[in-house]
């Protein structure tokens, strides 16, 4: 009987690494060492105590974004299109680069280069974005943003697009020494993080880039389709719970459906501090532009529960009407529901008038 799945995956891939490093080093698996103590041991064991010494040497992990995000950390903020999630993590980038925080959150950690890498704009939407036709943003010197170069052949060479890319993310932190990593977003990186052995790849090769290089990251992700009368949760980030799991702080944004066009942060997941903004203290926040820089302000706090879409009789009769509209001006069912944010069959028994 075959055990193999039954074990972890973590076990299953740190036995096929050790595998892969034996067949490097010597034939039919047999690792060919002459000087034993050469070994690079697959685990840093010392005592308990030895670790404590060690550690009190170390500078503790500053607040990036209050509570959110600290030094040190792989961060994830997801949200559904469109919420203005790439507009917080300019701002966010923008806070860094300059030493200055985003009130009302703290920013313990000095002035230091970031380098955000986008995937989702173009240059020049990217400048129209911070132009107000008068003003055009002027960031700080050490905002470094990177573009995706379509005429680059060189991926070609590689067998997988994610370990191109973050061999390429390597280069531009040591080109631009940059102190954080701000990635938007992490579609770019994934081959299949729906699968959990993927997922699990991905964050240890993140892992691996913020531990080597000492860098502080942040990933944007989205939400799938979702029903907006329930809270935020880790079940709502795309792809495999393992990217939740993996990383060391996650926080979401969702939208206010009591205030129009009033957004609202969410602590999701916290290792490094305690949880300060959850359902019942979320932090709201509303889009203003001043001298061309499109920015959240922030104007206070609330239970999320307030900012659920309603339920009620009344919100049922007009979701019913909106469905009937929208049908009877050529939609499908299917893009009726999208449009809604329900389900196809939902959207079926509206028509009909169930």
Known sequence: MDHTAEKPLVIQMIQNEVREAAAKLGRKGEVMISDPDAVIELFDIYPANEWMAMETEHETPQMLFGNFWLEGELCILFADTNMGKSLLAVQLADSITRGEPIAP???????????YIDFELTGKQFEQRYTDGQNRYQFATEFYRGEYNQFNRASSHYQKLDRYVIEALTRGIKRTDARVLIIDNIT?????????????????????LKTRHGVSILVLAHTPKRNPRLPLSRNDLQGSKMLINFCDSAFAMGESHSIPGQRYLKQIKQRSTAETYGADNICLAQLERHKGFLKFVFTGNDCEKNHLRDASRQERERMHREAKKLSDEGLSQRQVAERLGMSVGSVNRMLKGE
Not at 188 to 208: D, P, Q
């Open 105 to 115: 959150f703290t920013l313990g950690a000095e002035a230091s280069p970031v380098l």
């Open 188 to 208: 770019c990186l994934r081959n299949g993080t729906e699968s959990a052995g993927a997922a699990l790849l991905l964050m240890k090769e993140l892992k691996k």
